[in-house]
């Protein structure tokens, strides 16, 4: 069976990102689902998306957002097609105009624990139950989640969708926020930059130094790596000589408070 190989107009072939960033680019982002949402009964349609299942440090955030029918928000589209300035641009006009919004978190140390398609189904559930008021159907970005109310999954629902982009957008500015302020706790891994993604600076810094206790231990670029983590050495140079030569246990080494 023959496979297509995406190429750009001069004849190069495209990475599979490359290829996926060139579709949601062609694609447009309206409100034909909240449309149908709202003709089959609903109110309150709220559009549900994630950020940061692909990196290798901290939480992965979850946005819900309830767009105003009455309003229009001009520039919606996904949040990786539009630059930081424009996000937070966009962010703020969604939190003053929306109905309602709210954002949710699972630190690095539960995703290790679920894994991360797991904890990103609990942070968008979390997002949904803090929407005031309440939605009464959702429309979310690729996936279910464990809740009765109405749902629709739409792949590529950020580049498709007018709620679940305000949603992307929301979700992006909130972690991108949290990756600056870690960027100060751990400045040699250039968290400010790459957002804790597997980037070429970033894998040399895990390199060099090791991972930090809120990178996800389950990702194979940070279990791999072949500097141990820093925490496990200080737990190790404070063990007493007399005590067996045993591996602590997962929950002393992933402190979920640590992941905050």
Known sequence: MKTSILKSPSGRTLS???????LLKRLHCTLRYEKKAWTSGARLVAGVDEVGRGSLF??????????????RVRGLRDSKLL?????????????????????????????????????????MREAVLKLFPAADHLLIDA?????????E???????????????????KVERDRMMCEWDAV??????????????????????EHGPTPLHRQSFAPVWQNP??????????????????????????????????
């Open 16 to 22: 599979p990102s490359a290829a996926k960033l060139r």
């Open 153 to 171: 999954a739409i792949i590529h629902g950020d580049a498709l969708s007018a709620s679940i982009a305000a949603a992307s957008i929301i979700a």
């Open 83 to 123: 630059l930081p300035e424009r996000r937070e641009v966009l962010a703020e006009r969604i939190r003053e105009h929306a109905v309602a919004w709210s954002v949710a978190a699972v630190d690095a140390g539960r995703i290790d624990q679920i894994n991360i398609y797991q904890a990103s189904r609990v942070a």
């Open 186 to 207: 751990f400045p040699a891994y250039g968290l400010a930059s790459h957002k804790g993604y597997s980037t070429p600076k970033h894998l040399a810094a895990l390199r």
């Open 227 to 260: 500097v141990p983590q820093e925490a496990f050495a200080f737990m190790q140079e404070d063990a007493p000589e007399d005590l067996p030569d045993e591996d602590p246990p997962a929950e002393d080494l992933m402190p979920e408070d640590l992941a905050g």
């Open 58 to 71: 901290g939480c992965v955030v979850a946005a819900a957002v309830i767009l105003d029918p009455a309003y």
């Open 143 to 151: 996936l279910k989640i464990d809740c009765d109310l109405p749902q």
